[in-house]
């Protein structure tokens, strides 16, 4: 019951909705840059975001990332930039990257050091960009996100993750 009110709430957006919102979308390569002010932070330690998620009592965004993919960038840039710096984080959400090919190890939920590939792959991830919402353990609350194209019905999509996330997040 609890799995069809989740996947009844994520994927029955409105469509026209989507359609009327006029989206601007940001040019970019692999070798653009993402502007500072709307790069997210990379995380290297997920035992600091538990903490952190704790303290906040709300759950984690995780958007797996490559350096040289263009739609990561454009998802940064365009949808979770933005949406820190309107204070989402940590008012609502903790956003942060992590880099699957950037360094070679990072703390996971449990405390293990591992390769940040093999955290992503034993996530789930076979793509970037994912994006993914979980609790302070680590543990998915909504299905993850793959891909990203449209910014307009992304941002919706994204909005009902969060939200029904913050619903299905049972604090620490």
């Known amino acids: 019951m609890r799995h069809s009110l989740i996947f009844f709430l994520l994927f029955n957006l409105p469509v026209g909705l989507a359609l009327a919102t006029d989206v601007i979308s940001v040019e970019m390569d692999e070798d653009t840059v993402v502007p500072e002010s709307l790069r997210l932070a990379i995380s290297q330690d997920m035992m600091a975001l538990s903490k952190l998620s704790c303290d906040n009592s709300v759950p984690i965004l995780l958007m797996f990332s490559t350096e040289d993919c263009t739609y990561c960038k454009r998802l940064e840039a365009e949808v979770l930039g ?7 984080d940590p008012e609502r ?6 880099l699957m090919d950037k360094y070679e190890t990072l703390y996971d939920f449990s405390g ?27 543990r998915e609350l909504v299905p993850k996100i793959v891909g990203y194209q449209t910014p307009g019905l992304y941002d919706d999509y994204l909005e009902k993750a969060i939200e029904v996330s913050r619903e299905l997040f049972a604090g620490c």
């Open 112 to 138: 293990s050091e591992r390769s940040a590939e093999n955290f992503g792959i034993d996530r789930g991830v076979e793509m970037v960009p994912t994006v993914q919402l979980v609790d302070a353990a680590g």
């Open 82 to 88: 933005p949406l820190r710096l309107s204070g989402a």
């Open 93 to 98: 959400i903790i956003l942060r990257k992590v």
